[in-house]
């Protein structure tokens, strides 16, 4: 697997959570795990850290932990986009 | 012919980096990615060169009448476009270019204080033109990798710009030859490539101090 950075990571942690908003209850650590490959240890470190920020917000769902993007998250990831994009025209990827 | 070929390259370099540059700075600000920070620098820099040039171009015009910019002056603008390209070329590959021993990072700008001013200019443009080559080759295989059109505007700008330069060295062995117009407008042209992808972002992310 290719090199990711933080911010791809970032990235697809915030678009998991965007898309498995149908339910309305949010994503569970182990779906983010599993569909933005990450380590749990890992995970959670961004979790706490992106929930901090205002960009992931934390409910309960049937005794578990669930994560659903905020409007600062979609924001966040409308920018990462267009920005991933404008680096990658040179090249470079964010 | 060389005055106003001069003064709209450098006009040209300075508004296209400067915008370049306050984009990818609006893009380090939303989202805190390095890569966007050095290419940042990158962009402000070369600007910053070309700002630089074009100002010893006018002061001498208007006030100065030597018949020339001063040399110290055009060294200092193309070593800040030397570095911009640095940053762009390197972006690809920079924590591998420089050794990793402290002793040898230490030896690194040495040679640089063995030129005098004169060479030190045509060093600094020998220097952009690798960077600008390397930059160029970086992102035409990233842009067939990817097949990003947007690539494919900056790796040519980018191979125009490195035309540019090489044509300019020759034109130092044929003086008043067509090679200095040629090298002008490749530069242009290679300018204007570069902000192809810069004008598809939406202005409304380029909030600044978000």
């Not at chain 1, 149908?22 to 380590?39: E, F």
């Not at chain 2, 060294?75 to 990793?100: D, E, M, N, V, W």
Request: aromatic share 12%; proline share 3%.
């Amino acid at each position: 697997m290719a090199y990711r950075t933080q911010m791809r990571i970032i990235g697809q942690i915030l678009e998991t959570a965007q898309e498995n908003q149908q339910d309305g209850n949010g994503a569970s650590v182990t779906y983010l795990i599993r569909k933005a490959n990450v380590p749990h240890q890992r995970l959670r470190g961004l979790l706490g850290t992106l929930v901090s920020q205002g960009l992931l917000e934390r409910s309960e769902y049937a005794g578990a932990q669930r994560y659903k993007i905020s409007m600062s998250g979609r924001e966040f990831l409308r920018a990462y986009y267009s920005f991933a994009g404008f680096a990658e025209s040179f090249g470079l990827s964010i | 012919m060389e005055f106003p070929l001069e003064i709209a390259l450098n006009i040209a370099g300075f508004l296209v980096g400067l915008a370049i540059g306050l984009m990818s700075l609006a893009g380090y600000r939303n989202t805190g990615s390095p890569t966007l920070l050095r290419l940042s620098i990158a962009f402000l820099s070369i600007s910053a060169g070309f700002f630089v040039i074009w100002a010893a171009y006018v002061a001498d015009a208007l006030v100065l009448g030597t018949g020339g910019p001063a040399g110290w002056v055009v060294t200092l603008g193309a070593g800040a476009q030397a570095a911009g390209y640095f940053f762009i070329a390197f972006s690809h590959s920079i924590k591998s270019f420089l050794p990793r021993s402290a002793h040898f990072r230490g030896v690194v700008p040495l040679p640089l204080l063995l030129t005098s001013a004169v060479q030190l200019e045509h060093v600094f443009r020998s220097l952009s033109f690798i960077f600008l080559a390397y930059g160029a080759i970086e992102t035409a295989l990233s842009c067939i990798e990817n097949k990003s059109r947007g690539a494919a505007w900056v790796a040519a700008g980018l191979a125009l710009l490195a035309l540019g330069e090489f044509l300019g060295w020759y034109s130092f062995v044929f003086p008043g030859s067509l090679l200095y117009a040629a090298s002008m407008s490749c530069k242009i042209a290679g300018l204007a490539a570069l902000f192809v992808p810069v004008s598809r972002v939406p202005l409304g992310l380029a909030r600044l101090g978000r």
